[in-house]
């Protein structure tokens, strides 16, 4: 499956809420509430969906939700770890320069000068700004750098590779060494 197809992770099932088949849903979109937009969603191979008949925000990213066919705490637990993905073409296209998070994972990490450096394991969002999760290839150390124009220069969905600033990477491993 290419990216242009591949659905896009809209949130998991973090734990069972109350007796009667709740659960909570920690979600990835940029709005939580976003979340609750969509009634239908898919596992990641599109094989079973899931219908949400009632959702609140719980907190910061957390829904609550009634799922159409879980009616008590241990079928609700029994999903616990469970991905909910929405087919990429019911989502709104990203403008030039953004990307869905799922779009990065698995990038190769590049120097300015072409050198291969890793691969982005992750992003994150805790609040106060993206954060790209790097896994160096040379070194097997996982760096933690700002998602930010300084930062990453460079990005290529299409050719599966960005570019990071090699002084800006220095210095924030200066400062890990140095703690």
């Known amino acids: 499956m290419n990216q242009s197809s591949s659905p896009i992770l809209m949130g998991v099932v973090h734990s069972a809420h109350g007796i009667k088949g709740q659960v909570k849903i920690k979600v990835f979109a940029a709005s939580p509430t976003s979340f609750l937009e969509y009634a239908h969603f898919i596992d990641k191979e599109g094989e079973k969906t899931f219908v949400l008949k009632d959702a609140y925000l719980f907190k910061e990213d957390i829904i609550v939700a009634t799922l159409k066919g879980i009616h008590d705490r241990n079928q609700a637990e029994r ?96 400062r890990r060494k140095g703690e």
Request: charged share 25%; net charge negative; glycine share 6%.
């Open 79 to 174: 999903l616990k770890g469970t991905e909910f993905y929405i087919p990429r073409e019911l989502l709104p296209s990203v403008e030039e320069e953004e990307y869905y998070y799922q779009d990065l994972i698995g990038l190769e990490v590049h120097s300015q000068a072409g050198d291969s450096l890793g691969i982005v394991a992750s992003v994150y969002n805790f609040g106060s700004g993206d954060l790209i999760e790097i896994n160096l290839s040379h070194s097997r150390e996982v760096v933690v750098l700002p998602f930010t124009k300084e930062a990453i220069p460079t990005i290529s969905i299409s050719e599966k590779y960005l570019v990071i600033n090699e002084e800006f990477l220095k210095q924030f491993q200066t």
